[in-house]
C-alpha cells in the first residue's frame, strides 16, 4: 500500500495569513493526488484533484502543486470559513490511501 | 447535481452484520464514467477506503486486504443504490461510514461525491 504522510499535523494561523500544508507519498504517484476539506461533523469535500486542478466551486486561494512523491496545498489568504481539516489522498492505485490530516486552527 | 443518501442502523452488535445503503440520484450506479465507494473513519484509522463497485460492460468488485474476508459491496440496479455488508463486526469497526463516487471521466479520480456519513456503533 501506498503511504501518505502529511505535515505539519495541526497548526495555528490567522484570518488572511499564507498557510502551506505538505504532503508526502512512499512511492511515486504522479500526479494522482487530491485534497479534501473537512468541517467537524461532515463529509470530506474535494478541493483539488491531479494535484493541482481546482474542484468546481471551491475558491481560487487554494492552490496544489507537485508531483511524483511531494504535494503541497496552499491557502493564499485563510478566510473563517477555513478553518477545518485537510486530508491528502493518492488515487494512483489501490487500496486508495490518505494522509493522516492536519487541523487549520485560529490563532 | 449528484446526491448520496445512506441509511442503515446505527448500532450493530458484535458478531453481527452491519448493513448500508446509498441511494444515487443524479447519476446512475451502473455508469460507465464512475465507481461507487465505501469509506470510514475513526480516531484510530483515520479515513480507510474499504472497496468499491462498478460497472465496465459487466460488474466489478474491489476491496482492502483488511476486511476483504469479510466485506460485500453490492449494486442495485433496480433501485439505483448500491450497498455494504460487513460481517462479524468487533468493536474495531466503529467508525463513521460514508458512501462516495469516484469521478472517472477526468481520469484522476477523485472522491468527488460523498453521503452525509453515518455513525455505525458496535457494542452489544
Known amino acids: 500500500d501506498i503511504q501518505m504522510t502529511q505535515s505539519p499535523s495541526s497548526l495555528s494561523a490567522s484570518v488572511g495569513d499564507r498557510v502551506t500544508i505538505t504532503c508526502r507519498a512512499s512511492q511515486s504517484i504522479s500526479s494522482y493526488l487530491n485534497w479534501y476539506q473537512q468541517k467537524p461533523g461532515k463529509a470530506p469535500q474535494l478541493l483539488i484533484y491531479a494535484a493541482s486542478s481546482l474542484q468546481s466551486g471551491v475558491p481560487s486561494r487554494f492552490s496544489g502543486s507537485g508531483s511524483g512523491t511531494d504535494f503541497t496545498l496552499t491557502i493564499s489568504s485563510l478566510q473563517p470559513e477555513d478553518f477545518a481539516t485537510y486530508y491528502c489522498?493518492?488515487?494512483?492505485?489501490?487500496?486508495?490511501?490518505f494522509g493522516q490530516g492536519t487541523k487549520v486552527e485560529i490563532k | 447535481q449528484v446526491q448520496l443518501q445512506q441509511s442503515g442502523p446505527g448500532l450493530v452488535k458484535p458478531s453481527l452484520t452491519l448493513s448500508l445503503t446509498c441511494a444515487i440520484s443524479?447519476?446512475?450506479?451502473?455508469?460507465?464514467?464512475?465507481?461507487w465507494s465505501w469509506i470510514r473513519q475513526s480516531p484510530s484509522r483515520g479515513l480507510e477506503w474499504l472497496g468499491r463497485t462498478y460497472y465496465k460492460s459487466k460488474w466489478y468488485n474491489d476491496y482492502a486486504v483488511s476486511v476483504k474476508s469479510r466485506i460485500t459491496i453490492k449494486p442495485d440496479t433496480s433501485k439505483n443504490q448500491f450497498s455494504l455488508q460487513l460481517n462479524s463486526v468487533t468493536p474495531e469497526d466503529t467508525a463513521v461510514y460514508y458512501c462516495?463516487?469516484?469521478?472517472?471521466?477526468?481520469?484522476?479520480?477523485?472522491?468527488?461525491?460523498w453521503g452525509q456519513g453515518t455513525l455505525v456503533t458496535v457494542s452489544s
Open positions: 462516495a463516487r469516484v469521478d472517472w471521466s477526468s481520469g484522476w479520480q477523485p472522491f468527488d461525491y
Open positions: 489522498q493518492q488515487s494512483y492505485s489501490s487500496p486508495r490511501t
Open positions: 443524479g447519476d446512475s450506479v451502473s455508469s460507465n464514467s464512475a465507481a
